[in-house]
């Protein structure tokens, strides 16, 4: 009896979302809000690396699609972020980042290929540099030095565009030894948040998928909201 109790809600679940296949997913019934999907890394990081794939997400008539990777102060709240974001108008190369004044955020070139994106704190000057393939894009004073988080991950603004199934990969942390700046392997990742239809789907301990969720992923996700 359990048992087909469990098939009934599946069923009674897949039917009420519109999940017919291991891709599907009911962009078109998902309300209108501000949408995430990231893991992250526990750890002092004085800077993050990752290499993202550029996929063309569909917007579907909705706002953007983006996709970064971060490093975050979580108390006092400080970030900053780098990666790529797909409007109506074509994609950019954006920075997003908060100094304790509130979100910010700066657009620049951006060519159509998988690229390394990468923030780096710089003892020098007091400023957080933003590096794509390793040449600078811009650099500002966000009031932190070191974070104690590395996140990366997908966002979208209205619930009805795509996230491409775009690859977050060699996710990596900056560290400091007296000085001297190297990165090392994220080695594994726990979810920040995950809210359905979306979600990241892992290809290993250091790199993901940003996803609309298959339906393993999403049932799961739809009866812990319930």
Known sequence: MKILRAMALVTVIVASFGLTSANASP???TPKKLYNAQQQKDITAWGALATINWTDPTLNG?????????????SPWRY??????????????????????????????????????????????????FYVDTVPVDHFALNFSSG??????????????????TRLSNLSYSVNQG??????????????????????????????YDSECPYYIALPLILNQQ
């Open 27 to 29: 962009l078109a019934q």
């Open 179 to 208: 000085g001297n700046f190297s990165y090392t392997s994220w080695n594994g990742y726990v979810p920040y948040i995950e809210e359905y239809p979306y979600c990241n789907i892992p290809i290993d301990s250091n790199s993901f």
């Open 148 to 165: 104690n988080l590395a996140r990366g991950g997908g966002e979208v603004w209205d619930g009805v565009e795509s996230m491409g199934q």
């Open 80 to 129: 900053g972020e780098i990666g790529w974001i797909k409007y109506s108008t074509g994609p950019q190369t954006f920075v997003a980042y908060d100094s304790g004044g509130g979100n910010r955020s700066r657009g620049y070139s951006f060519t159509p290929a998988t690229h390394d994106y990468a923030l780096q704190y710089d003892p020098s000057t007091g400023e957080y540099w």
């Open 62 to 74: 909705g706002t953007y699609s983006d996709h970064r990777v971060a490093v975050i102060q979580s």
